[in-house]
């Protein structure tokens, strides 16, 4: 079913100039955002720099540094168009990110920003992304968590009751002893007919959770977490009105949401790996 709905979107939604044009204001906005020029950070320094599921090219500007080689691959042939004209300095390919065409050990600094909550097979592209990024290279996660509990995803259909025993199922799973060598992410169907109906996230097949991705990484070989975070402080500025920023980030400097289960209930997913030697 994942593939057919992949080919619905690629056709219908990300094949059509009005949602890049949608992307291209979005992105101009969260360069302001205090998450942003955290990449950019783990950025600084790399030779070789990839965006994987770069849409039309604006990201890979800002964060990669300028004296970087930039490269960026997404799965939609006019996104690589409009990349291409817009960037004609850097390299953009039509590709897949579950499959990268680029030899082992390529890239210093390998990142993708609010993609993987679309693809069929997130691990495969996110095994990709360690195969390509070299010896002491950073490989940069960032998206929405959406398999929280308290930030139901646009296409989550649930009861209330339904999410908590969802939660409860998944947590008691992530908590017993063993090896998780699976991402598990629930599985979603997008909820738009067209481009009219497009809202972020109404195009997603997959709701990443941190706690998830934590544990899947904590068994892959080839690297070491660095950072990992739920972000809430960024979820108080950027959702939240004043009262609620408050109590948010009363309930953070106290301690209360950097415990489990909460700290990994932010709105956002923020994770930063190192391959190693």
Same mark, same amino acid.
């Given at each position: 079913?994942?593939? *057919?709905?992949?080919?619905?979107?690629?056709?219908?939604?990300?094949?059509?100039?009005?949602?890049?044009?949608?992307?291209?204001?979005?992105?101009?906005?969260?360069?302001?955002?205090?998450?942003?020029?955290?990449?950019?950070?783990?950025?600084? &320094?790399?030779?070789?720099?990839?965006?994987?599921?770069?849409?039309?090219?604006?990201?890979?500007?800002?964060?990669?540094?300028?004296?970087?080689?930039?490269? &960026?691959?997404?799965? +939609?042939?006019?996104?690589?168009?409009?990349?291409?004209?817009?960037?004609?300095?850097?390299?953009?390919?039509?590709?897949? $990110?579950?499959?990268?065409?680029?030899?082992?050990?390529?890239?210093?600094?390998?990142?993708?920003?609010?993609?993987?909550?679309?693809?069929?097979?997130?691990?495969?592209?996110?095994?990709?992304? #360690?195969?390509?990024? $070299?010896?002491?290279?950073?490989? #940069?996660?960032?998206?929405?968590?959406?398999? +929280?509990?308290?930030?139901? +995803?646009?296409?989550?259909?649930?009861?209330?009751?339904?999410?908590?025993?969802?939660?409860? *199922?998944?947590?008691?799973?992530?908590?017993?002893?063993?090896?998780?060598?699976?991402?598990?992410?629930?599985?979603?169907?997008?909820?738009?007919?067209?481009?009219?109906?497009?809202?972020?996230?109404?195009?997603?097949?997959?709701?990443?959770?941190?706690?998830?991705?934590?544990?899947?990484?904590?068994?892959?070989?080839?690297?070491? #977490?660095?950072?990992?975070?739920?972000?809430?402080?960024?979820?108080?500025?950027?959702?939240?009105?004043?009262?609620?920023?408050?109590?948010? *980030?009363?309930? !953070? !400097?106290?301690? #209360?949401?950097?415990? !489990?289960?909460?700290? !990994?209930? &932010?709105?956002?997913?923020?994770?930063?790996?190192?391959?190693?030697?």
């Amino acid at each position: 079913m994942n593939k *057919k709905e992949t080919e619905f979107l690629l056709t219908k939604i990300w094949q059509n100039p009005l949602y890049y044009e949608k992307c291209h204001q979005h992105n101009l906005l969260i360069q302001k955002n205090p998450w942003f020029r955290k990449i950019k950070n783990y950025c600084q &320094g790399a030779k070789k720099v990839l965006d994987v599921g770069c849409g039309e090219g604006t990201n890979l500007i800002h964060l990669a540094p300028p004296s970087a080689q930039k490269f &960026g691959i997404d799965l +939609s042939p006019l996104a690589i168009k409009i990349a291409r004209q817009q960037y004609p300095e850097n390299r953009y390919e039509v590709a897949a $990110a579950q499959e990268l065409p680029f030899s082992d050990n390529y890239f210093d600094c390998v990142y993708t920003i609010a993609v993987l909550e679309h693809l069929a097979d997130p691990q495969k592209a996110l095994k990709e992304m #360690i195969r390509v990024c $070299a010896p002491e290279g950073k490989i #940069i996660i960032f998206t929405v968590n959406l398999g +929280s509990p308290l930030f139901r +995803s646009p296409v989550d259909q649930r009861s209330p009751l339904a999410i908590i025993t969802q939660t409860l *199922k998944t947590e008691i799973r992530l908590l017993w002893p063993g090896r998780q060598h699976s991402l598990q992410w629930r599985k979603v169907k997008p909820r738009l007919k067209s481009i009219a109906d497009y809202e972020p996230d109404r195009d997603i097949l997959n709701e990443p959770y941190l706690l998830s991705l934590i544990k899947f990484f904590s068994n892959q070989t080839k690297v070491k #977490i660095i950072e990992a975070s739920s972000e809430w402080l960024f979820t108080a500025d950027e959702i939240f009105r004043p009262f609620f920023r408050r109590i948010i *980030k009363l309930l !953070y !400097y106290t301690g #209360i949401l950097r415990i !489990y289960p909460f700290k !990994y209930w &932010g709105r956002l997913l923020f994770m930063v790996l190192e391959k190693e030697k």
